[in-house]
């Protein structure tokens, strides 16, 4: 077995995915003819995915955001909202997720006539049905975004709707001169009602803006949180020799980060996968969580940003395990429900999967460094262990 089938075959979790940002290209054509849409700069399938990926791989996050234009356009109705919303549960089965929290903006979805409420309804409808067919959990995150002023409602909007599957509040959008701050509002109305928030914050800004997600609008998580690095002192070797306040109080408080890998680089957020302060952070026990972010866009899924991070900052298949553990504890789900899926679904994987390696040749096996287990004996040895 290769690492990209074992990561395939494993149990995994997602915990920042965005709705419109992972649509298969075939739809998005269909629903283009649907609804009169005749701005696609193509109608193949392979090369429209083609441009989305060179479109977004320009190292600039505005440049990266265009490719929404056109994904949104052609959801505009509650068949393309359900649709899309179920087919993204059935691709999460084909990756082999188990649990997902996607996210999207409602206020993209309504230029066609559509309330906040009916763009919403539809696509808890399409995951509903997803779950139902798929047997993929998953929770609906809905985005406020910065350069907006209606967040408030969108806040409210979500809390209507926690009862029927939406899990938490996040804000979105461009970075740069739009602080969270400006959003205190819609942040205090969700803490007021005992709600959860994720916040898109050091990703294309400095820490500053992830010390405002989490002190001044009260964030329980962070969406990328990957200039963090700024707060960390490393020597000459890469290894972190001080802690600033910012990177203390999170490692402290366990607050998660939700890491994107592979759309960080396109984005421009690090120069190189290399770079990525993953490593670095892994390292020093904070609780990071791996996700695809925007699946079409980057040309992505779980199992690339698994096999990612395995062939740049040496994971093993234990590691993988408790980023795995880490993202569902990290989950907007009731205490209980995240129990169920640890110790009835990701643990049993995991150890259907050891077992699978154990029972094979060891001829077989190609990836030894991989599914060693660290600090224990040669990875021969460690094959006949797992």
Not at 164 to 185: C, I, S, T
Not at 347 to 354: A, E
Not at 361 to 367: F, L
Request: proline share 3%; charged share 25%.
């Amino acid at each position: 077995m290769t690492a990209e089938e074992i990561i395939k075959s494993i149990p995994k979790v997602v915990l920042h995915d965005h709705l419109d940002g992972g649509l298969r290209t075939q739809t998005i054509i269909e629903l283009a003819r649907d609804e009169r849409y005749e701005k696609l700069p193509t109608t193949d399938p392979g090369e429209l995915a083609a441009w989305f990926h060179v479109g977004a791989n320009k190292g600039d996050l505005v440049e990266f955001l265009k490719g929404f234009e056109h994904t949104a356009a052609v959801m505009q109705s509650k068949e393309a909202l359900e649709r899309t919303a179920f087919e993204m549960l059935e691709d999460m089965k084909n990756d082999g997720i188990c649990y997902v929290e996607t996210r999207f903006a409602p206020v993209f979805h309504t230029k066609n006539g559509l309330y906040p409420e009916d763009v919403v309804s539809a696509v808890l409808e399409g995951l509903e049905k997803g779950k139902s067919k798929f047997g993929v959990g998953y929770g609906l995150i809905l985005c406020g975004m910065r350069n907006m002023k209606n967040t408030l409602e969108i806040a409210e909007l979500a809390l209507n709707f926690r009862d029927q599957g939406v899990v938490g509040f996040d804000l979105a959008g461009e970075e740069g001169g739009y602080p969270p701050r400006k959003h205190l509002e819609a942040f205090q109305s969700i803490q007021r009602a005992n709600f959860n928030i994720t916040i898109h914050a050091g990703e294309a800004f400095g820490k500053e803006s992830i010390w405002q997600a989490i002190q001044w609008c009260g964030a329980h998580r962070i969406g990328h949180a990957t200039r963090l690095w700024e707060d960390l002192s490393l020597d000459k070797e890469g290894n972190v020799v001080k802690l600033g306040d910012l990177a203390q109080y999170i490692l402290d408080k366990r607050i998660p980060l939700e890491i994107c890998l592979l759309s960080n680089v396109h984005t421009g957020a690090v120069d190189k996968i290399e770079n990525h302060p993953f490593g670095i952070l892994f390292k020093e026990k904070f609780r990071v969580t791996i996700n695809t972010d925007d699946r079409l866009m980057s040309d992505t899924t779980m199992t690339k940003e698994f096999l990612t991070a395995v062939n740049n900052f040496d994971i093993t298949l234990d590691d993988v395990e408790k980023i795995t553990i880490n993202s569902m504890k990290s989950a907007f789900l009731h205490y209980n429900e995240r129990l169920q899926y640890i110790y009835k679904i990701i643990k049993p994987g995991f150890q259907k999967i050891r077992k699978k390696i154990s029972s094979q040749p060891q001829v077989k096996i190609k990836n030894l460094n991989f599914i060693r287990k660290k600090d224990s004996g040669t990875y021969e040895e460690t094959v006949y262990k797992l």
